[in-house]
């Protein structure tokens, strides 16, 4: 049975930081790229940020380049993504997301509120 774990999401001011996490279990982790999607009120989900089997190539987006940084944790079967620099923009609903050969995973979204 596929299970994500998603925490870290919350209120933070604009130009602060939080921490994404998604702990996954049910399926092999490791030879799953991982990523995170977030969905603002009224419009399409969108890739955030990608990140390969090993962990050694990442992907961004325009909007969050320099801004947010995805890791991930093979040991631990865990995803991240540190946001910096939040700006009001960036409140949404983030998903995490494993694709692999023939099956594609997601998370149930974490809320992402920037406001002050």
């Known amino acids: 049975q596929v299970q994500f774990v998603e925490s870290g999401g919350g209120l933070v001011q604009p130009g602060g930081s939080l921490r994404l996490s998604c702990a996954a279990s049910g399926f092999t982790f490791i030879v799953y790229r991982m990523a995170w999607y977030r969905q603002a009120p009224g419009k399409e989900r969108e890739l955030v940020a990608s990140?390969?089997?090993?962990?050694?190539?990442?992907n961004y987006a325009e909007p969050v380049k320099g801004r947010f940084t995805i890791s991930r944790d093979n040991a631990k079967n865990t995803v991240y993504l540190q946001m910096n620099t939040l700006k009001p923009e960036d409140t949404a609903v983030y998903y995490c997301?494993?694709?692999?050969?023939?099956?594609?995973?997601w998370g149930q979204g974490t809320q992402v509120t920037v406001s002050s």
């Open positions: 997301n494993a694709v692999g050969r023939s099956f594609e995973y």
């Open positions: 990140v390969s089997t090993t962990g050694g190539r990442t």
